[in-house]
Each structure stands twice: as structure tokens, then as C-alpha cells.
């Protein structure tokens, strides 16, 4: 069948009807051919797609029976993507806008709306953008389109009062929006309290570089709002400055000192608190402000250990305050063992805060150190069926054994069937045996939100049965079915980790729960900071370690970067006396910080030490590793006594690291 020629040469209308067959064919139609067929169409696929990048636009038409004669391959549709962004032309428009209707959402049709619109406005072709046009486009494209809708509006404000959401950015917005924003401007709509917004905007969370340009905009008695919030920016101090702020705009000198001063605190609280009881003097401040500021001040306080930090915990806990204020209060108050006090604040806590998994720990905790044994051995052993950190927690000190509460998820072959034939479901499979794990992710995602939440298990297992540990993770965390123990935590590389772990004497329980946490065992993923692969090595750590330069690309592959890992592990242990909760928090947030969180002279207790984290990131992550590497353990049929062993242990002072003669050095993290 001539298919392809049929496409992209025949009467429009006709090809267009062709294309839509085609299409709602194969969507209702997918088959899974036997393996060995589908991996002579895998080859064939990559080979017209090496085909269409390379083949001149000109010659494109050869290529159109090759196309064809792979309709009923899951990634057929990626080709036709292909095949049409390639030949972008208001010729195609049947066909092209055929395709988006029929893939609008999917990630085959990805990138070619955009394109497409950008094409039409170029060439000037203003109905036909008009008609393809989608909200959520971005800046340039949807500036395009209310440049159209003007240019024949009978009533311009409509379209006029659209375009500030666009102009108030904290960021640069593109040269193509500046003929709207001009014609905004012309209509009156541009006020001071906009431009003074906007200035805000940029100097916080934005292009600090824009704010020139803006107070140019202002009136010559308001300019200095714009060199105020570029110097509260970039030095918080600037608060102290007091004859700086005439208070001549009482609301926006107000917003910036409250920045100020909460930025203030966590570099130099005592100056922030200075600048706090000047300026409240001045009657600045609304309720929200103050609960912002004292929050700041009193975390910073408690997390640095200061002995006014409870009086500023005391200011700061009130009604309305974030619940992080709370939290912090109780660690501070466990931090120099004030039991009584903490039995007080948990018990004066709302009842939804009281019931919270630590809340009801550290009331046991609570009422043990102060000999109300009875009351809790009842809370201790209420929490130990429960299976997180704190109920494992629990179960050492109630002296039972945790519960991991395993409940196979079962489905039928059926149910989980109807799933694997979903389209999204066969090309996110063909991606992931051509080994494109990105396209093969997105696709998974399409599938995860356009299936019912029940078929959500089938999805889980279905990656499972794939081996595609981190999708069936992700999938059996979106069902909310969290009691499939065993496929929540999958055995992956568990041969390599048992081999490695033996050669840096490292448990593969511990190296694992690691691995699940840090990249759910997805062996290409890379986060904002650079970190990179199975175990999220930064490329300096493993060069560190491998005494040599190392192609990044080597921390792709699964087998080097656990190597790699584990041997960090090891380096860590070597360090920490093999504590394992300092190198799990070592292995989040980096040796020195680990060190600088130690306390100064006298040791203490795990938990709380634990609990007085000052980075949350890494204050969840000590608690997952924890409970992870004990799933593991159980998993790998390994004895445990890892939690009473935390129960029992302490953290050691700084002072006791360095007479331990270990040297205080870290490799680059």
C-alpha cells in the first residue's frame, strides 16, 4: 500500500482522511507483535529515523513508503512527527493539524504545535495561527496571538487586560511581546504600582538586571524603591541603614524590610532581630509579616544551638505560624532533654499535629524519660505497626519486632493486560528496549495520567515485570497501594551490590536503600546539581575516588556508578567510625556540613541528634535511608538489630571525631 505517497502528495482533503484513519486505527487497534518481529521493526524504525534527519527536505518524498510500511508499529507516530516537522509548510496544514487533534496531549505531538504556530506566524499566516493556537504556549507565541486578536478587535481592552499577566514577570520577556506591551502602555494600563510589583519581582526571584530598566518607568519620587530592593538584595544588612527608607511608601518599604530581615536572620540573627525591634517600632508590619520574621529568627536560633533560641520559639509557636515553627520548637526542646516541656507543647498541639507519626514518638519518648513507663510501652507499641522510620523506632524500645506490613498487590492478567495494550503503554516499551529512557518516561507519564487510579497497580506491576524499577516505584506511589513491600522495594543489581559490598565491607542493605533513595534505581538520572546515575555521584566525587579523570557518561552505566558509590560509602565509614547515620547524612548533604552539625563537647542521643537536622532534605533522607536499609535487610534475608541499635546509640561530639585521629578531609561533593 502507497500509504505514505497518499500522505504527503495527494489531494489534501483525501490525505487528510487517510491520516485520520490511519491514526485512530492504530490508537484502538495496538498489537504487540512476537518479540523477535518487534525487534526486526525496531531496527527498521531507527533506520527511517536516522533517514528522515538526514535526507534533504527536497528528497524527503522517498522516504514516505518506508513511513508507511511501519503504520502499525507502537512508534509509528513518531515518525509522521518527524516526517512533518521536517516539511513545515501551510501545504501540510490538513494533515498537521490532523495529527495534532489526533495526538493533542501525547508526547509523540510534543514540540511540533509550537513549531508549527511559530512557522504560521512567520510567514504571516493569521488564520490559520488563530485556529491552531492553544493557551499555556509560552511568551512569544500567545504575544502573537493577542497581536492578532487586536489588530481586529471591536473591543481592545478585552485583549488588552490579558496582556498583564505577561508584562508583570521577574524575568526578561521576549523582543516579539514588546509591540503589545507598547500598545498596553498607550491604553493607560501600565501603573506605578505594577512597575513597583514588577521591580519587586525581579530583585527577589528574578533578573535583578531588569529593575533599571523598570525605575526608569517610575516617577523621579519613587526611583529610589528600585535601588532600595536591589540593595536589601544583594546585602540584607541594608535594613540596619535606618535614614535609607523615608518611609515615603509606607506598604513597599515594608515588604522589602520584611525580606530583609528574614534573609537577615539566617546569616546574622542577632542583626536581624536589631533591625526587627527598630523598624516594628515604626508600626510597619501586619500579623503575617511578624509570623515571617519571627519564624525566621527562631529557626535560625534553634538551629544554631543559641540559648535564646526558646524565647524567639516561644514568639514564633503561636496560632497561624507554619507548622515547621512547632517542629522546630520540640527539637529544640529535645536537643537539652526538656521533657517535661515537650510533653507540654506536644499535648497543647492541635489534635491532627498531635497525632503525627514524630508527635506521637516523642510523646513516648516523652513520658518514659519522665518514669511514665505504662503510658509509653502503650504509645510505643500503638506506633510499632507502622511502617516508617519512627514506628521502627518505636518497635526497639517496645522491644517487638517491626512490622513491614507486606500485602501482595494482586490483579489478573486481564486487568493488567488491558493496560499493556494502552498505546502509551507499547511505546513507552519500545523506547526502553531501544534503550531511550527519556522518551520512554514520558510516555509512562502520559499512560499514569490517562488511566483510572484502580488500573494504576496494573501500571506499577507492569514496570515491575519490566524491570523498570524507578516507573514501578513512582507508579505504586502515584496508586497510593503502598503495602507491596517487595516491588516497592525491588532487589535491582542486588548481585553487584552483594559482590561490591564485599570488597569495601559495606552491608548491600545499606548500599541499596542508598540507591532507592537517592534515584529509585533509575540509572540515568541526573539532578539539578550535577548529580549523576544509579547511586547520584557527582562527577568530582567519582574522579576523587578513581584517581583519574572519568568521562561522565561512565556514571551512566549502572555496574560503575555502584562501584563507585559503594566505594564512597566505604570512604565515608573509614571517616565516621561507620555510623551509619552520619554517612547517610554525609552522603546528602556533605562531610563538612556533617562535622559542623556535630555537637561541640558531649554526645547525644541518635534520634535526637537526628531530629535537630538543620537541612530538611537531609533530615528525611537519614530517616528514609534508615528505615529503607532495614527493609533490606529483611529483604535480603539478613538478621537486623539496626533500629536498636539507633535506640541505644549516640551521636559522638565533635571533639570525640578528632581524638578518634580520623583526618578531616572530603572528597568534592
Known sequence: MQFGKYIFRANPVFANLLLLCSFFTLSAQAQVLPDSGQAQLRAQFEQVETALRATARTQLSRL?????????????????????????????????????????????????????LRYLAETDHKSAFLANYREGMGA??????????LEAASNPKYWLNKVKPIWLSGQSQPNECDPIFRQWEAAGMLSDNLIIGRIRKAAISGNPRLVPYLQKKLPKSSRYLADLWLAVRNAPDYVLKYRRFPLDHKNEEARMLVYGIKKLAWQAPDKAIRAYHYWKRKQLFNQEDLHGMHR????????????????????????????????????YLLRHQRWDRVLALIEQAPAQVQQSDN?????????????????????????????HFYGFMASARAGVTPELLHQPVTRTSAQKNKVADHPAAQRAYEF??????????????????????AQLKDAALIASEWGWYDQSII???????????????????????????????????????????????MADAVSPAGATGLMQLMPGTAQYLAKKNLKR??????????????????????????????????????WRKVLDWLPANAEIATDIWIENIPYKETRHYVKA???YRYIYEHQLGTPSRLFEQLAAGDIPAATQIERSGNQLQLAPR
Open 64 to 116: 514516505d513508503d518506508d513511513i508507511a510500511s511501519l503504520k502499525d508499529y507502537p512508534l509509528y507516530p513518531y515518525l509522521v512527527r518527524q516526517r512533518l516537522y521536517r516539511e513545515l509548510n501551510i501545504s501540510q496544514r490538513p494533515q498537521i493539524e490532523t495529527f495534532l487533534a489526533t495526538y493533542a496531549g501525547q508526547p509523540a505531538s510534543y514540540g511540533l504545535r509550537a513549531s508549527w
Open 140 to 149: 512569544t507565541i500567545t504575544c502573537q496571538y493577542l497581536q492578532y486578536k
Open 296 to 331: 525566621a529568627i527562631a529557626l535560625s536560633k534553634a538551629i544554631d544551638n543559641h540559648p535564646d533560641a526558646l524565647a524567639w520559639l516561644e514568639k514564633a509557636d503561636v496560632k497561624g505560624a507554619r507548622q515547621d515553627v512547632k517542629r522546630w520548637h520540640m527539637a
Open 359 to 387: 508527635f506521637v514518638y516523642w510523646r513516648a519518648r516523652s513520658l518514659a524519660a519522665l518514669g511514665k513507663t505504662q503510658q509509653a510501652e502503650t504509645l510505643f507499641t500503638q506506633l510499632a505497626g507502622e511502617r
Open 432 to 453: 526502553l528496549q531501544l534503550g531511550r529512557q527519556f522518551e520512554a518516561r514520558r510516555e509512562w507519564h502520559y499512560l499514569l495520567t490517562h488511566v483510572d487510579t
Open 475 to 521: 507508579s505504586f506511589t502515584r496508586s497510593g497501594y503502598l503495602n507491596d513491600v517487595e516491588k516497592r522495594f525491588p532487589l535491582a543489581y542486588a548481585s553487584q551490590f552483594s559482590a561490591v559490598g564485599k570488597t569495601y565491607d559495606i552491608q548491600p542493605a545499606f548500599a541499596m536503600a542508598i540507591a532507592r533513595r537517592e534515584s529509585s534505581f
Open 553 to 590: 557518561s561512565v556514571l551512566f552505566e549502572p555496574e560503575q556508578n555502584l562501584q563507585f558509590g559503594v566505594q564512597y560509602l566505604r570512604y565515608l565509614g573509614d571517616k565516621l567510625a561507620d555510623n551509619p547515620v552520619l554517612i547517610s547524612a554525609s552522603y546528602n548533604a556533605g
Open 625 to 627: 535511608v534508615m528505615a
